[in-house]
């Protein structure tokens, strides 16, 4: 059975993937933010548990499952309605808290169990919740195997880990500029402030973006 993509499929997944994890979205908005205000060690943690959830979209566009949520209206309501309920939830946590986290950012990505838990937790439900990575999975991932063959299932998955391994470097790299920017920014109290301000401002655009998402 082979489950590896053609050079040829190789190279034009890795161009389209390269060209998707540098576009923002609600895990990249999170991992910033959390970069600027609790350091590199927190956000690293975000986009591993951005990445956990990219692993559970992979197997359920694999499986057929992501397929019959959006062919279910209800499923898909209460999807779309628990994805929009949890980006507004860190809206009002950026207002409430984004600058007041910690002044001593984590300098790596060793950290307290309950604290690497949490971040991972945060960025594993932003985007297991999103609706739109459903639907972009199950358009993205089939348009690189063939419908006919019989290695589709883990060609699918092995195409998903892939996108995972091209994506989380890309995030990584944006944490680690963000974090360069967070020891200016904890002398400037009031840019900072007013950057929480603008993440939650983008953070409720998307929730918005999400619950009007549409199955079809």
């Known amino acids: 059975m082979e ?6 499929t190789f190279i034009a997944f ?6 998707l994890a540098a576009t923002p979205g609600p895990d990249m908005t999170l991992s910033i933010s959390r970069a600027l205000s609790q350091g590199r060690g927190p956000a690293l943690w975000v986009v591993f548990g ?12 694999a499986f057929g499952i992501s397929a019959l949520i959006t062919a ?11 994805g929009a309920g949890y980006l507004l939830w860190l809206a009002i946590q950026a207002i409430r808290y984004g600058s007041s986290f910690s002044d001593t950012p984590g ?21 297991l919740l ?12 089939p348009q690189f195997v063939s419908a006919g063959d019989p290695d589709v299932t883990g060609k699918l998955i092995v195409l998903g880990l892939l996108f995972i391994a ?48 549409q199955s079809r």
Request: glycine fraction near 6%; charged fraction near 10%; hydrophobic fraction near 55%.
């Open 107 to 127: 300098t790596g990505i060793a950290m307290s169990k309950a604290s690497a838990l949490a971040n991972i937790s945060t960025g594993f439900w932003v985007n």
């Open 130 to 141: 999103n609706p739109k990575v459903i639907i972009f999975f199950m358009t993205f991932l």
């Open 50 to 61: 951005t990445s956990m959830g990219i692993v559970v979209h992979t197997l359920l566009v």
């Open 166 to 213: 091209i994506g989380m470097p890309v995030n990584t790299i944006v944490v680690l500029a963000a974090d360069k920017l967070s020891a200016w920014l904890r002398n400037n109290k009031g840019v900072l402030r007013g950057l929480d301000y603008t993440f939650a401002g983008v953070f409720s655009i998307f929730a918005v973006k999400i619950f009007m998402t």
């Open 72 to 82: 279910s209206p209800t499923a898909f309501t209460i999807l779309k309605t628990g």
């Open 3 to 8: 489950y590896l993509p053609s050079l040829a």
């Open 14 to 19: 890795t161009a389209a993937s390269l060209l």
